[in-house]
């Protein structure tokens, strides 16, 4: 493997990659430079993936032979040399079709472009529905979205509430009365195309390390709707724990005389800043007593925080919220929280903000997972 990168083999007898993994870890490396940076020379990239101008002669002519890349001519800044010609992603090239199924009221789909664009959107009310009779909306919508795209179909990508382990079955959803629910595999089965599950919070972590405004490697992602999760990403990698779980703060009780939870205890996280709790105790308030209330949660959020952020050493946290609850109050009450309550060394460096994609994160994220599980794109 060369590079460098965080990727690792996948476990084969004996532990090592065949020819055919490093190929695909290489084309990973190629898409992911041209994800992140745009059109660029072979040279260039050469240079930033570390790979010999054969290697990467030969890798382009496949993703030009496959349509993903095109020659886009020569950069007009170069004047001395012989110029060398850009190679840049298709963004039509192929779609990936993109479900968000956190909202309390609809289903939310999209199809998204190579480009992270999204072209059409589809909708669907899901009245309370649950169990079977939820998971057939999400194949509805999927069935839906496969029918509007114009173009070759990469994957169908994901993000559920709920703990969902790496086959896409959605463990336990408390809301949705999902408990083992095969939603990944049943949905291979009516769809020509792969299909990509993983937890809401997860998905809108990739988004926006991806699309989103990320600046490190590592990064917390706290998604506040109608329950708390959290998304970890770890040196560029997805972290879901031993039980697919990493991230379920929601449930951490805070205060054992606090508020009760619907999970039958008091004073859990939930209670303090999920956003239908909020909601509530915002509506009809005045003005300041608004501010108040949202920087009391966020002082919350901020305790819960401050270990995770202490015991993973992270930089980056961002916060996903709908944007009626967006507030700067929230923010910053929580960065206060975690900075009175951690060393210098791990608070001086912390960067709490509100993610940049908006409520698009997990429909972006979840594209995201479709580019990495079916491109390698790292
Ligand atoms: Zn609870």
Request: glycine share 12%; charged share 25%.
């Amino acid at each position: 493997v060369t590079g460098g990168s965080q990727w690792k083999s996948p476990t084969r007898a004996g532990g090592k990659a065949l020819p055919e993994d490093t190929r695909r870890h290489n084309r990973g490396m190629v898409l992911g430079a041209l994800f992140r940076s745009g059109p660029q020379s072979r040279a260039d990239l050469a240079r930033s993936t570390g790979l010999s101008r054969v290697t990467m002669s030969d890798l382009v002519a496949d993703l030009l032979a496959e349509g993903l890349v095109e020659e886009l001519g020569r950069p007009e800044d170069q004047t001395i040399g012989k110029p060398a010609t850009l190679v840049g992603i298709v963004p039509d090239a192929r779609h990936i079709l993109c479900l968000d199924l956190s909202d309390e009221e609809h289903f939310q789909g999209a199809i998204v472009d190579l480009a992270g664009k999204i072209v059409e959107r589809r909708t669907v009310r899901r009245r309370a529905r649950t169990g079977g009779a939820a998971a057939a909306l999400v194949v509805g919508l999927a069935q839906d979205l496969l029918a509007a795209s114009d173009r070759p179909v990469l994957g169908v990508g994901i993000g559920s509430p709920g703990v969902v382990d790496d086959e896409g079955t959605v463990v336990e959803a408390a809301r949705l009365r999902w408990h083992d629910e095969r939603l990944g595999a049943d949905l291979a089965q009516r769809l020509p195309v792969p299909v990509h599950v993983t937890n809401d919070a997860n998905a809108a972590a990739l988004g926006e390390y991806t699309f989103g405004g990320a600046t490190g490697k590592s990064m917390i992602l706290v998604k506040i709707g109608q329950g708390v999760g959290a998304g970890l990403l770890i040196d560029g990698q997805l972290f879901l724990g031993d039980r697919f779980a990493a991230g379920e703060i929601g449930h951490v009780v805070l205060d054992e005389r606090g508020d009760p939870c619907t999970c039958g205890r008091r004073g859990c996280l939930e209670t303090a800043v999920a956003a239908p709790r909020l909601r509530e105790r915002l509506d009809g308030s005045a003005a300041k007593t608004r501010t108040a209330i949202l920087r009391a949660a966020g002082t919350k959020l901020g305790l819960a925080l401050a270990t995770i952020v202490s015991a993973l050493n992270l930089h980056e946290v961002v916060l996903s919220a709908p944007s009626d609850l967006s507030s700067e109050a929230f923010r910053a009450a929580a960065y206060d929280a975690i900075r009175r309550r951690t060393m210098p060394a791990v608070g001086d460096h912390v960067d709490l903000r509100y993610g940049a994609l908006g409520e698009d994160d997990v429909l972006l994220g979840a594209a995201v997972l479709v580019l990495s599980s079916e491109l390698g794109v790292q």
